[in-house]
């Protein structure tokens, strides 16, 4: 067996479970593997055995190890196998007094629907739109009203099951196997997962305060990509929103760009009334050349399952008779209900409720490390990004807290450099004692 207590560098019960999670990350100690007693390991380091007791626990609640009664403790299997490689560790499956791995809402600051559910399916019953496959897949209304809404100036527009599933689509229509697609690095992990799936390469390019780097930008489009995708507003996992400046920018580098000179963006406003920062699309100035793709998950529901696509006509149409063949279309009772949350004063006002709290939220956490020496600039939406010498060793401090994050290696493209690790913080959760938890989260900053 693997000798750890020859890894452990501190015996206290975080310094032990930190040497342990980090042989398991390692690959060290292989999924299965049986751990020794309490007693024999509290024997080897020379403390006592609820001090290990302790580790051991802290090891549970990260997911780590797990116990089989008199059979012992052993390193735990590999997670579910239905989610995506990246998805992994991010689904909050496991036990914590505060959760601010998810990158979800605040359940208490979205809208009720009761109300509206109850007119939508009375509207649905009196129409004629259930009764045919072969109608328009959207209803007129909410066509009508996204059509007001839009960032810049668009030719068609169609509703999707949420923004990953126009993502998705968009790049079913635009890209071959093998193609490129320039992303920031960071980035939201399912879009890696997904383009895997599609055999897809990226190419990463880096973000400042203002939104991607021009000249990171620039670097990344001479790599001929066939699609750039971009999250324009509380980027996932930075909480950056790009300014109208820095988005003017970006479409003319890419205009310039001879490489790149065919590549579609695809836009990924996936926190849309929640942001803070004013609505920015490169398709103000690049229209025919750029698909944008709204969610509505964050603001009113992530059970809701729909988003809306906008873009080049030829591209949108291809998309449409696309899903035509698959999902079909997007549930016209559900497009009717968003169109009531969209247009009902009471919904309006939490929405709008929701983005303050979110904005306060974050201007709280940001104040609160300050105080702590740990200075980060104020984020947009849900998410923070904080940075930490060692992830896997700031995770486990966290958890022994009873904090879980979300580990930063999954939303990188490529690998950090030492030392500039980081992890997820949804900071949008968290209404009360916001100052006690930046006392931990700077701790392991500092660290």
Same mark, same amino acid.
């Given at each position: 067996?693997?000798?750890?207590?020859?890894?452990?560098?501190?015996?206290?019960?975080?310094?032990?479970?930190?040497?342990? #999670?980090?042989?398991?990350? #390692?690959?060290?100690?292989?999924?299965?593997?049986?751990?020794?007693?309490?007693?024999?390991?509290?024997?080897?380091?020379?403390?006592?055995?609820?001090?290990?007791?302790?580790?051991?626990?802290?090891?549970?609640?990260?997911?780590?190890?797990?116990?089989?009664?008199?059979?012992?403790?052993?390193?735990?299997?590999?997670? /579910?196998?239905?989610?995506?490689? /990246?998805?992994?560790?991010?689904?909050?499956?496991?036990?914590?007094?505060?959760?601010?791995?998810?990158?979800?809402?605040?359940?208490?600051?979205?809208?009720? &629907?009761? !109300?509206?559910?109850?007119?939508?399916?009375?509207?649905?019953?009196?129409?004629?739109?259930?009764?045919?496959?072969?109608?328009?897949?959207?209803?007129?209304?909410?066509?009508d009203l996204l059509r007001e809404t839009w960032p810049g100036p668009v030719?068609? $527009?169609?509703?999707?099951?949420?923004?990953?599933?126009?993502?998705?689509?968009?790049?079913?229509?635009?890209?071959?196997?093998?193609?490129?697609?320039?992303?920031?690095?960071?980035?939201?992990?399912?879009?890696?997962?997904?383009?895997?799936?599609?055999?897809?390469?990226?190419?990463?390019?880096?973000?400042?305060?203002?939104?991607?780097?021009?000249?990171?930008?620039?670097?990344?489009?001479?790599?001929?990509?066939?699609?750039?995708?971009?999250?324009?507003?509380?980027?996932?996992?930075?909480?950056?929103?790009?300014?109208?400046?820095?988005?003017?920018?970006?479409?003319?580098?890419?205009?310039?760009?001879?490489?790149?000179?065919?590549?579609?963006?695809?836009?990924?406003?996936?926190?849309?009334?929640?942001s803070s920062a004013p609505m920015v699309s490169l398709g103000r100035w690049?229209?025919?050349?750029?698909?944008?793709?709204?969610?509505?998950?964050?603001?009113?529901?992530?059970?809701?399952? &729909?988003?809306?696509?906008?873009?080049?006509?030829?591209?949108?149409? /291809?998309?449409?008779?696309?899903?035509? $063949?698959?999902?079909?279309?997007?549930?016209?009772?559900?497009?009717?209900?968003?169109?009531?949350?969209?247009?009902?004063?009471?919904?309006?006002?939490?929405?709008?409720?929701? /983005? !303050?709290?979110?904005?306060?939220?974050?201007?709280?956490?940001?104040?609160?490390?300050?105080?702590?020496?740990?200075?980060?600039?104020?984020?947009?939406?849900?998410?923070?990004?904080?940075?930490?010498?060692?992830?896997?060793?700031?995770?486990?401090?966290?958890?022994?807290?009873?904090?879980?994050?979300?580990?930063?290696?999954?939303?990188?493209?490529?690998?950090?450099?030492?030392?500039?690790?980081?992890?997820?913080?949804?900071?949008?959760?968290?209404?009360?004692?916001?100052?006690?938890?930046?006392?931990?989260?700077?701790?392991?900053?500092?660290?």
């Open positions: 067996m693997v000798s750890i207590s020859a890894q452990v560098e501190e015996a206290t019960p975080v310094g032990i479970a930190g040497a342990l #999670s980090r042989m398991i990350t #390692s690959g060290e100690l292989a999924p299965g593997t049986r751990l020794p007693t309490v007693r024999d390991l509290a024997a080897d380091l020379g403390v006592s055995p609820a001090t290990v007791s302790l580790a051991w626990r802290t090891l549970r609640t990260a997911g780590l190890v797990t116990s089989r009664g008199r059979s012992g403790s052993f390193v735990r299997s590999g997670t /579910r196998a239905w989610l995506p490689s /990246r998805y992994r560790g991010l689904d909050g499956s496991y036990a914590a007094r505060l959760d601010l791995s998810r990158g979800t809402p605040d359940p208490l600051l979205l809208p009720s &629907i009761g !109300e509206v559910l109850e007119q939508a399916a009375v509207e649905s019953r009196r129409s004629e739109r259930t009764g045919t496959y072969l109608r328009k897949p959207d209803i007129a209304p909410l066509h030719e068609s $527009l169609t509703v999707t099951n949420g923004a990953l599933d126009g993502i998705d689509r968009a790049l079913g229509a635009l890209v071959h196997f093998g193609d490129r697609v320039a992303v920031e690095s960071p980035t939201f992990p399912p879009f890696l997962d997904l383009l895997e799936a599609h055999g897809l390469a990226p190419v990463p390019f880096d973000l400042d305060a203002c939104g991607p780097r021009v000249p990171s930008f620039r670097v990344a489009l001479r790599r001929a990509p066939a699609v750039v995708l971009l999250q324009p507003r509380a980027h996932n996992p930075t909480g950056v929103s790009t300014t109208p400046e820095r988005a003017e920018a970006l479409a003319g580098v890419l205009r310039r760009t001879r490489e790149a000179d065919r590549a579609v963006v695809v836009e990924d406003d996936h926190a849309w009334a929640i690049l229209p025919d050349r750029v698909v944008h793709v709204r969610s509505f998950s964050k603001s009113h529901g992530p059970d809701l399952r &729909i988003g809306a696509l906008g873009g080049p006509r030829e591209i949108v149409d /291809r998309i449409v008779s696309r899903r035509l $063949l698959g999902p079909g279309w997007t549930s016209r009772l559900t497009q009717s209900l968003l169109w009531g949350l969209l247009t009902h004063p009471d919904a309006l006002a939490t929405v709008e409720r929701a /983005r !303050e709290a979110y904005a306060a939220r974050q201007r709280s956490f940001s104040e609160s490390l300050a105080r702590q020496g740990v200075s980060m600039p104020v984020a947009d939406g849900l998410n923070a990004w904080l940075p930490v010498s060692l992830e896997q060793s700031a995770l486990t401090h966290l958890v022994a807290a009873g904090i879980l994050v979300a580990p930063g290696s999954p939303f990188e493209v490529t690998n950090p450099a030492q030392g500039r690790e980081h992890v997820r913080v949804t900071v949008g959760v968290v209404a009360e004692g916001l100052a006690d938890v930046a006392a931990h989260l700077a701790e392991v900053a500092r660290r």
